[in-house]
């Protein structure tokens, strides 16, 4: 596994752990769809950004 492919799995298990706790808040699931879509978009830039300063 590279870098950016660990970094983007711990960033998928931390989204479903705030998920979860979003759930058991009892926060409406319409909004916690929309943290999770925005997650993983914050998710995947991150994991480019990393990658691209690991290749330089």
Sequence with gaps: M???Q???LGFIILI???AG???L???PAVW?????VVLIGVGIMAAASHN???NR
């Design 32 to 36: 916690i769809a929309i943290g999770v």
């Design 6 to 8: 660990t970094y983007l």
């Design 16 to 18: 479903i752990g705030l």
């Design 2 to 4: 590279t870098g950016s």
């Design 25 to 27: 808040l009892s926060v």
């Design 21 to 23: 706790a979003a759930y």
């Design 52 to 54: 691209e300063s690991a």
